[in-house]
Structure formats: structure tokens, C-alpha cells
């Protein structure tokens, strides 16, 4: 599957953003689409994911409480509100797709096999 990251930008600290990831084709039941950032000279690490049947969640702990990863089956479309944004989430953001993950291995770049392009997310201080 094909994805396609949008809604990246600049914000100020505090300000909200939401992104976007479209699948070309349908998303089966049995994938986990994620979300992943990479800052300047960092490696990419997981943000949050969710299981596109049944819909449970999983966030890595610096984004929980700001950040909520949500789906729409019918548009084939995954979204990552982020509120409380901070200089430290400025990064790439890449939206991701693995098919039959575990719970254990959602945070896990290696587990996914699809990956989105990436939207630069800046958040000025």
C-alpha cells in the first residue's frame, strides 16, 4: 500500500496541527498503520500507532495526553491530532503501514513496510 503524508507546517509552541495519511487502496483489517518523527540529526522514533481493525491505540509517553491518532475506514485515511505542541516535536513526521503486528511491536520501525513520505512539522519557540 501506497501511503501519503500532508498537513505539516509551522506553529507556534503551544498551537496545534493535524496530520494527514491516505492510503492508495483499501487498508485491510488486519494492519497497523504509525506514526514516526525523525529530528535533525536524530533517529526516527515512534509516535503512535493504531490498529485499523478495532481501533486501539498506542503512544510513545512523550506525545500521550497532547497527541491522538485516529482513523477514517472509509477514506482510507489515518490522522494525527497534536496539541501542546512543543520545539521538541519539530521533526519529519512519516505515517507508516504494517500488516499483522503485534501489540509489542507497533513502536517498531522495522515492523512496518509501507511507509509515507514524510511532512516537515516546525514549532517555533
Known amino acids: 500500500v501506497q501511503l501519503q503524508a500532508s498537513g505539516g507546517g509551522l506553529v507556534q509552541t503551544g498551537g496545534s496541527l493535524r496530520l494527514s495519511c491516505t492510503a492508495s487502496e483499501r487498508v485491510f483489517s488486519s494492519y497497523v498503520v504509525g506514526w514516526f518523527r525523525q529530528a535533525p540529526g536524530k533517529e526516527r522514533e515512534f509516535v503512535a500507532a493504531?490498529?485499523?481493525?478495532?481501533?486501539?491505540?498506542t503512544y510513545a509517553r512523550s506525545v500521550k495526553g497532547r497527541f491522538t491518532v485516529s482513523k477514517d475506514n472509509a477514506k482510507n485515511t489515518m490522522y494525527l491530532q497534536m496539541n501542546s505542541l512543543e520545539p521538541e516535536d519539530t521533526a519529519v513526521y512519516y505515517c507508516?503501514?504494517?500488516?499483522?503486528?503485534?501489540?509489542?511491536?507497533?513502536?517498531?520501525?522495522?515492523?512496518?513496510?509501507?511507509w509515507g513520505q514524510g511532512t516537515l512539522v516546525t514549532v517555533s519557540s
Open positions: 493504531i490498529k485499523w481493525s478495532g481501533g486501539s491505540t
Open positions: 507508516a503501514a504494517g500488516n499483522r503486528l503485534i501489540t509489542s511491536s507497533m513502536p517498531n520501525a522495522r515492523a512496518y513496510d509501507s
